[in-house]
């Protein structure tokens, strides 16, 4: 972790240096004109301008010349260590995952575009480094973001290979990950997201098969031009709006507060979901699990999935030994809402404060199944194989372990499980959860 940092820090000097370099450049070229009738000067100021100009190509990523980029560096940190897929006759659908693009993507991220076009001409050190100022991030995502390096489906279908040796995936739910079009009505800012997973599957069939955008219920019966568009994809099963909320200001929320599954506005929204015939995905802290306890037995109709095992906090100022026997009581209290799934990911994340990501090196899925285990088992045994979802949180969870490691892992956990029960949680309950299959 400390070596990371300190080459964040040396990243971040690369920036500076690199800004003073074109603004130096532009002052050189400024005071040559002026002083053209020195020469002394003149020579002086000229070479300067060219040791500038060369510390600012320096900066620049090969891809500005029409070169194969650099590596990220949560790309070169995986090329250390990959896996066969163990049991690759059972077939995924991987319930799951994110694309995004920030050069192209509105993802309503507080930098102009113009800036982010900037930033992406840098070495993806650079850009790296320049994307992890604020704590909150490196704390909730690592210090070796995901969020950075452009992800869509090329990508994904490359991690889904890993060494050619992967995991058989049959499918795919494409589940929102942030995207806010400037300049249009509220609700309608989240739509093209589903465009955009839509054309994705175009292109590469066999993945986005499910898309879950993202749909603002607390606007409440404003909401329903949204849900109006996304009826007229075939595609979209169903919404995702977060209630994840915490008063620790070095963990990243979702956009809501602590009482959001409770306010009447949100659950006006939420009372439209039925009339379309939409699922609610969800993704919380294990502290907003009982308000989605509340929500589920309220609206018994709709059916509902709490995305990655409810995540129970234990980094910054949570205690996995204090959060765990909470985050039980809540889940089993959950477990009596027949209408809800739980997805079983997002364990790869920093929220639970395994602390994979910080290593030198990635796991093996031996490790990460040992670590794994009494959290996988205990969501199983409290909500049964009928109620649980595999999923793999790509390219989240990347920040701790490859594709195939990933499910190599889960796969190991639930090795004693028959042939039938694996199927479910690896496939059936997927497809069934978003309506492919029938019950």
């Known amino acids: 972790s400390s070596r990371v940092q300190k080459s964040t820090k040396r990243c971040c000097a690369e920036v500076m240096e690199s800004v003073a370099t074109v603004v130096g450049t532009l002052v050189a070229s400024g005071t040559y004109s002026a002083t053209s009738r020195h020469r002394l000067l003149s020579a002086l100021?000229?070479?300067?301008?060219?040791?500038t100009l060369v510390k600012l190509f320096r900066s620049l990523s090969r891809s500005v010349f029409g070169l194969k980029r650099e590596p990220f560096p949560l790309e070169e940190w995986h090329t250390q260590y990959e896996e066969d897929a163990v049991d690759p006759d059972i077939?995924?659908?991987?319930?799951?995952?994110?694309?995004?693009?920030?050069?192209?993507?509105d993802k309503g991220w507080p930098v102009h575009p113009f800036m982010l076009k900037v930033l992406y001409m840098l070495k993806p050190s650079i850009s790296n480094g320049m994307m992890m100022q604020d704590p909150k991030i490196t704390n909730s995502f690592g210090l070796r973001l995901p969020v950075v390096i452009p992800y869509m489906g090329a990508e994904l279908l490359a991690d889904i290979k890993g060494n050619g040796r992967g995991h058989k995936v049959v499918g795919t739910a494409y589940i929102e990950c942030g995207w806010k079009t400037p300049g249009v009505e509220e609700c309608m800012a989240s739509v093209r997201e589903a465009?955009?997973?839509?054309?994705?599957?175009?292109?590469?069939?066999?993945?986005?098969?499910?898309?879950?955008?993202?749909?603002?219920?607390?606007?409440?019966?404003?909401?329903?031009?949204?849900?109006?568009?996304?009826?007229?994809?075939?595609?979209?099963?169903?919404?995702?709006?977060?209630?994840?909320?915490?008063?620790?200001?070095?963990?990243?929320?979702?956009?809501?507060?602590?009482?959001?599954?409770?306010?009447?506005?949100?659950?006006?929204?939420?009372?439209?979901?039925?009339?379309?015939?939409f699922s609610y995905d969800c993704w919380l802290f294990h502290e907003q699990v009982d308000g989605l306890a509340d929500l589920a037995s309220s609206f018994p109709d709709t059916t509902v999935i709490c995305d990655h095992i409810g995540f129970p906090l234990g980094l910054s100022s949570y205690r996995m030994e204090e959060t765990l026997p909470k985050w039980k009581a809540s889940m089993q209290a959950l477990a009596k809402c027949p209408n809800v799934f739980v997805k079983i990911g997002g364990l790869g994340m920093r929220f639970a404060g395994f602390g994979f990501d910080?290593?030198?090196?990635?796991?093996?899925?031996?490790?990460?199944?040992?670590?794994?285990?009494?959290?996988?088992?205990?969501?199983?045994?409290?909500?049964?194989?009928?109620?649980?979802?595999?999923?793999?949180?790509?390219?989240?969870?990347?920040?701790?372990?490859?594709?195939?490691?990933?499910?190599?892992?889960?796969?190991?956990?639930?090795?004693?499980y028959t042939q039938e029960d694996k199927r479910k949680l690896f496939e059936l309950n997927a497809k069934r959860a978003y309506r492919i299959l029938a019950s």
């Open 91 to 105: 077939a995924i659908f991987d319930a799951h995952h994110h694309l995004w693009d920030p050069r192209i993507h």
């Open 195 to 277: 465009d955009m997973a839509a054309e994705v599957n175009q292109q590469y069939p066999n993945i986005c098969n499910v898309i879950i955008p993202h749909a603002d219920l607390r606007l409440g019966s404003a909401v329903e031009p949204a849900l109006q568009y996304y009826s007229k994809i075939p595609l979209v099963k169903g919404i995702r709006h977060a209630l994840a909320w915490s008063a620790d200001p070095l963990i990243c929320c979702g956009p809501c507060d602590q009482n959001t599954a409770y306010d009447p506005k949100f659950r006006e929204g939420f009372a439209l979901l039925s009339k379309y015939g």
């Open 45 to 51: 100021i000229a070479g300067a301008s060219v040791a």
């Open 358 to 416: 910080e290593r030198p090196a990635p796991p093996s899925s031996d490790e990460l199944a040992e670590v794994w285990r009494p959290f996988v088992l205990f969501v199983v045994e409290t909500f049964g194989v009928d109620r649980c979802i595999m999923e793999s949180n790509f390219a989240m969870d990347k920040v701790s372990c490859s594709y195939t490691v990933l499910f190599n892992a889960l796969k190991k956990v639930v090795r004693s």
